[in-house]
């Protein structure tokens, strides 16, 4: 059996993920990301390598039918970097949260008008506790994790429906639990 080349893997898979979008924002969506590649594990103001910036240009390409209307990032460079190309896009500046207020975050996500969609740039563990007070199951995320798309779409009177996809390269195994 022949392989697909990578471009066209690439391809499909947008197109692929284009028509899961657009299926799943019949009601508001909540998607959610973990910033992309930085260029230092141990420096806590590191930027996004080249390859973060990279994955935050194709999550802008992944996102670019959804019509989001807000857009949240921490206080950290680079959960902004992340979010930048999506908001040059979408002419939509981002929203500074403080990555320590979950609870207030989650409270600003649970307000949010029914038809309408927001993305959120946080961390390692942002995120799953995120997660968690919207509903979802609970979600570790490894260290190596960047490839990570969750979506969150809350129902009248019934749990949320949670998707976990992935985006742009596969970022590798991720068996270890991680620090933001």
Known sequence: ????????????????????????????????????????????????????????????????????????????????????????????????TNSEDIKGLAEKLKAVPIDEDVLVVGHTDTIPDLLKELGAPPIPIAKTDYDNLFIVTPRKEQSPQFQRLHYGEDSGPSSQPAKP
């Open 1 to 96: 059996m022949r392989t697909l080349n990578k471009p066209l893997r690439y391809g499909l898979a947008c197109l692929l993920f284009s028509s899961m979008l657009l299926s799943s924002s019949v009601n508001a969506s909540i998607y959610l990301v973990r910033h992309a590649e930085r260029i230092s594990q141990k420096d806590d103001a590191s930027l996004l390598s080249r390859q973060g910036k990279k994955r935050a240009k194709v999550l802008q390409h992944v996102l670019s039918s959804v019509k989001l209307t807000a857009i949240y990032c921490t206080e950290y460079k680079r959960t902004q970097q992340t979010a930048a190309p999506v908001a040059e896009a979408q002419h939509l500046p981002p929203t500074i």
